[in-house]
């Protein structure tokens, strides 16, 4: 049976993983170009995206782990007997790495291209600096996926504890155990 407080407690740390990136996609850097002294240069406005969103790729990374280590990684715990819930805790165990991959990735991107700012000015110029920003929907597709991997590591968790246990023989069996 599926521990109810853990796939509580994963919810909501995933729950606030999916707000703080949305906060992120909100909250992205912008730039404009301001002008001195015949000098221009780019002006960046508040920098908090960047915390948001190393925030939203800590916290997806807790839930992540609090699973994982809950089912032992699939790979080190018990042995699961054969039929559709293993086969079942084997598609969302791939699937919600696979998606759990593509979030972290999304938010530590988007977090460190946040950070950056050009930081070269031009002296009579006709062309104004290019202020690089963030790309709009970096943060967002990371919320998207943080979305998918918390329906699917919960998913994963709840079939996995479904399997049985096979340490007991069963008749019919011809297979060989080790241990």
């Known amino acids: 049976m599926a521990s109810k407080f853990l796939l509580?407690?994963?919810?909501?740390?995933?729950?606030?993983?999916?707000?703080?990136a949305v906060a992120a996609e909100?909250?992205?850097?912008?730039?404009?170009?301001?002008?001195?002294?015949?000098?221009?240069?780019?002006?960046y406005d508040s920098d908090?995206?960047?915390?948001?969103?190393?925030g939203s790729f800590l916290f997806l990374m807790v839930g992540q782990?609090?699973?994982?280590?809950?089912?032992?990684?699939?790979?080190?715990?018990?042995?699961?007997?054969?039929?559709h819930s293993r086969v079942w805790a084997i598609v969302f165990f791939i699937s919600c790495w696979v998606?759990?991959?593509?979030?972290?990735v999304c938010l530590l991107a988007g977090s460190v291209r946040n950070a950056y700012h050009t930081k070269y000015r031009t002296y009579l110029s006709p062309t104004p600096p290019s202020c690089?920003?963030?790309?709009?929907?970096?943060?967002?597709?990371?919320?998207?996926?943080?979305f998918f991997t918390s329906i699917l590591s919960e998913l994963?968790?709840?079939?996995?504890?479904k399997t049985g246990d096979i340490s007991l023989p069963m008749r019919g069996d011809t297979g060989i155990r080790m241990g």
Do not use: W
């Open 8 to 20: 509580v407690t994963v919810f909501v740390f995933d729950l606030i993983a999916f707000l703080l």
């Open 156 to 161: 994963f968790y709840m079939t996995y504890s």
């Open 48 to 54: 908090i995206a960047t915390g948001l969103g190393v």
């Open 65 to 83: 782990l609090i699973i994982m280590a809950a089912s032992r990684c699939l790979c080190c715990g018990r042995a699961l007997q054969p039929g």
């Open 99 to 104: 998606a759990f991959f593509i979030a972290e």
């Open 132 to 146: 690089e920003t963030l790309r709009k929907g970096v943060f967002g597709t990371g919320a998207a996926f943080i």
């Open 26 to 43: 909100h909250r992205r850097s912008s730039a404009s170009v301001a002008t001195e002294a015949n000098m221009e240069f780019c002006v």
